[in-house]
């Protein structure tokens, strides 16, 4: 049976530590193989001088590029600014129901807001990022709940009211999600 992975890939430097943090967290959380592949170069493609920032859907579209055959989902890190053309700043971006997200580190770090740097509130709110954006690729929208991983969170302070997990409803609806890729599957390997 062909087990299709979700994918980490790493936008510029992105430490080790976050990106084997991620995978630890995100086999807890999703039925399916966890993979990293190796780091692209920063995305100098999406950057818009007079914002000093990143276009976030213009990463979106080459991150999907980077998915392997037996790929699920992709999840794209970054440690650059993004944001779209009607929002100032986002902390990642999905493809709702497809393929590809990707999460940026830069607004979650402690330091960005001029504050001593903690790496375990980073990796904290990088795991509830990456979950968060990978539920979209799996057709989940914002939950009113702002205890879910799938809250809408406005700035970091909402990020660390969540949980890095899904509250009862979005996990009935994430289960059908998987129950539908897990038949596809079996469906592929019988072809």
């Known amino acids: 049976m062909m087990n299709r992975a979700i994918y980490i890939l790493p936008i510029g430097k992105i430490r080790e530590e976050i990106i084997e943090g991620v995978k630890s967290e995100l086999v807890k959380v999703f039925p399916f193989p966890i993979k990293i592949l190796s780091e692209i170069p920063n995305p100098a493609y999406a950057f818009d001088a007079t914002r000093g920032q990143y276009h976030s859907t213009k990463i979106l579209r080459e991150v999907a590029n980077y998915l392997p055959p037996d790929g699920l989902k992709i999840l794209g890190i970054t440690d650059v600014d993004l944001c779209t053309p009607v929002l100032t700043f986002v902390f990642g971006e999905a493809q709702l129901g497809g393929k590809a997200c990707v999460i940026s580190l830069t607004r979650l770090r402690?330091?960005?807001?001029?504050?001593?740097?903690?790496?375990?509130?980073?990796?904290?709110?990088?795991?509830?990022?990456?979950?968060?954006?990978?539920?979209?690729?799996?057709?989940?929208?914002?939950?009113?709940?702002?205890?879910?991983?799938?809250?809408?969170?406005?700035?970091?302070?909402?990020?660390?009211?969540?949980?890095?997990?899904?509250?009862?409803?979005?996990?009935k609806v994430l289960n059908k999600m998987i129950e539908i890729f897990k038949g596809e599957n079996e469906m592929a390997d019988l072809g």
């Open 110 to 171: 402690q330091e960005y807001y001029a504050l001593p740097r903690k790496d375990t509130l980073l990796l904290n709110r990088v795991v509830k990022e990456a979950i968060h954006e990978l539920g979209h690729t799996l057709g989940l929208v914002h939950c009113s709940l702002r205890e879910c991983v799938m809250a809408f969170a406005p700035d970091v302070l909402g990020i660390d009211q969540k949980l890095p997990q899904f509250c009862s409803s979005c996990r």
